[in-house]
């Protein structure tokens, strides 16, 4: 029992930690370039725009994965996890060297910002899979989840730090250097990655047949029931739940009335709750972390982001919550999709997870920015909150326990 409570088990893995200390640098970067776009697009427009021009980048962004993700899929299980994720990581760093050098030269325009969120959408589409695909093809299953956590705790650390780190160095060194940091923050995985071994198992080149390798993989999903109601509470976590921190710069600005440094904060307190989350996750033992109900975090989520509505400035503590409440829900729901997955269809399943989840989050970020810049990014969050809350509800007390609803109306 006592070895499972360490929480950073999975480091004593050398094919892990080669693969978690890059990927640490790589997140850092991204959460840099992260908070400059979206500080770019506040800025392009008015402030009555801003929210719906800030959902459209999130939308733009994981529009290709509803298009991609099931095809990339078929891909990772055809050529390796290791393979696809490292050709994501080149494209988005030629794509950040770009940004650099528009902005450097100060001709980025709305349209320019667009085209790169999309094609970041594409290598998106392609990321997550492989990435989450690739973890489970080098850790032992029994630490799978753990290995999960610790991705996820770098990921919220560099959340927590990164916004911090872009505000300095906008301050003093100008938006081009930190677009430029982030490219050059991907090298050290790009170097790594490609000696690093994967277990992944693949299909072999004579077996391979493209649509029916997909309905293969879609088939399995739509069979399971387990992976179905997680995968529902996936849809109203990534529709929901996300555009809490993907319309942050928008509520910040308009509803806080704070600047660059202010979001900076918000945001790494968002991320000190996702860095105690994904510790407290990572402490908990495989059967522990698969079989927690997801419902309780997403009314954790949903009650934070109420209370952000109503009291703008709590959301220097609300973030806190939401963050633990977003991290714990993403370790539990990825490592129970994987359990679930046999090895040889793992890249197909873990594609569907990224189509719900990069399909759905910048699709509510959209639809409740554009919300936003019609009623108020106020109660724009309200809704968000509410919609959570009554979700809740309906999982908990309909579909869990449906005797109780039939209970209910033969009494009538």
């Known amino acids: 029992m006592a070895k499972y409570s360490n929480p950073f088990r999975a480091l004593r893995n050398r094919n892990y930690l080669l693969f978690w200390i890059p990927q640490t640098v790589s ?49 990772i299980d055809w050529f390796g996890p290791r393979e696809v994720l490292f050709f994501t990581q080149l494209a988005d760093t030629i794509n950040a060297c770009i940004m650099a050098y528009l902005v450097y030269r100060g001709i980025l325009t709305p349209a320019q910002l667009l085209i790169l969120s999309v094609l970041m959408g594409v290598s998106g589409s392609f990321y997550l899979p492989s990435r989450n695909t690739f973890i489970g093809s080098i850790v032992p299953k029994n630490h799978l989840p753990n290995a999960l956590a610790l991705h996820a705790m770098i990921f919220n650390m560099a959340r927590m730090v990164g916004p911090s780190i872009a505000g300095f160095i906008v301050k ?28 992944h198992e693949r299909i072999s080149r004579s077996e391979r047949a493209f649509f029916k390798d997909l309905s293969a993989g879609l088939g399995f999903v739509m069979k399971d029931r387990t992976l179905m109601l997680t995968f529902a509470s996936l849809t109203v976590y990534a529709i929901f739940g996300m555009p809490y921190s993907m319309l942050m710069q928008a ?21 000190l709750g996702a860095f105690l989350g994904a510790l407290l996750a990572g402490s908990m033992q495989p059967e522990q972390v698969t079989t927690v109900k997801e419902e ?64 759905g989050s910048p699709t509510g970020t959209f639809l409740f920015g554009l919300l936003g810049n019609a009623i108020g990014i106020k109660s724009s969050y309200t809704i968000l909150g509410v919609a959570m809350i009554g979700y809740f509800v309906i999982k908990r007390y309909l579909i869990s326990h449906p005797e109780k609803l039939r209970s209910s109306s033969s009494q009538r």
């Open 27 to 75: 997140l850092i970067g991204t959460w840099i370039d992260t908070t400059l776009r979206g500080w770019v697009g506040v800025n392009l427009y008015p402030e009555d725009k801003a929210a719906g021009f800030i959902g459209l980048i999130a939308f733009l962004k994981g529009f290709p994965t509803v298009v991609l993700s099931p095809a990339s899929g078929v891909l």
């Open 172 to 199: 003093y060194y100008g938006l081009s250097f930190g677009f430029l940091v982030n490219a050059l923050s991907f090298v050290p995985l790009l170097i790594i990655l490609p000696t690093i071994p994967s277990k």
């Open 251 to 271: 509520f910040a600005k308009s509803a806080v009335r704070t600047g660059l440094v202010g979001y900076g904060l918000i945001m790494g307190s968002m991320g």
């Open 296 to 359: 309780y975090l997403i009314l954790l989520i949903g009650m934070s982001t109420f209370i952000t509505s109503v009291y703008p400035e709590a959301a220097y503590v609300m973030s806190f919550v939401n963050g633990a409440g977003q991290t714990i829900f993403f370790n539990i729901s990825n490592s129970r999709t994987q359990y679930l997955s046999p090895a040889n269809m793992r890249g197909r399943v873990m594609s569907v997870y990224a189509l719900i989840n990069n399909g």
